[in-house]
């Protein structure tokens, strides 16, 4: 595993995963199980809810629960934190080197899941624009 993650990671369970909860009636909600994309381990029971509340263009809030690794983890704070008070069209242009720049470095499986992730969102961000919300 990167160095990098681990580092982050263990600075996470220090201070705590800031971004993890539930969000009540998202604007995005985004499911790697009902999406079929691995983000996180290979383990049958692994899972990624992200909730995503928009308000006016600007995503207001983005919360997440999740049964994975480490680096899952890392990037899904990661986004998060990138995301928060962006707007939808700024979300759209995010790339594994906006999760790179974040993180300081970031390996082969850093960048690999940064790309799902990345599909995970663009996914759902057409949702959102093609319901007309």
Known sequence: MDELVV???R??????FENTGEIKNPDIFLDTVGEK???CSHVSHAYMHIY?????????D???LC??????NVLVELLCNILKGK?????EALTE???VQALGGGGDEFKKKAAGMIELLHRGLTRYQTSGS
Not at 52 to 60: A, E, H, S
Not at 67 to 72: F, G, H, I, Y
Not at 87 to 91: C, H, K, L, R, S
């Open 87 to 91: 707007t939808t069209q700024e979300a």
């Open 52 to 60: 995503i509340k928009i308000n006016g263009g600007i995503i207001d």
């Open 37 to 39: 994309i691995r983000i």
């Open 62 to 64: 983005i919360k997440y």
């Open 97 to 99: 080197a906006s999760f």
């Open 11 to 16: 600075r996470l369970c220090r201070q705590g």
């Open 67 to 72: 049964t994975c690794d480490p680096t899952a």
């Open 7 to 9: 580092k982050y990671y």
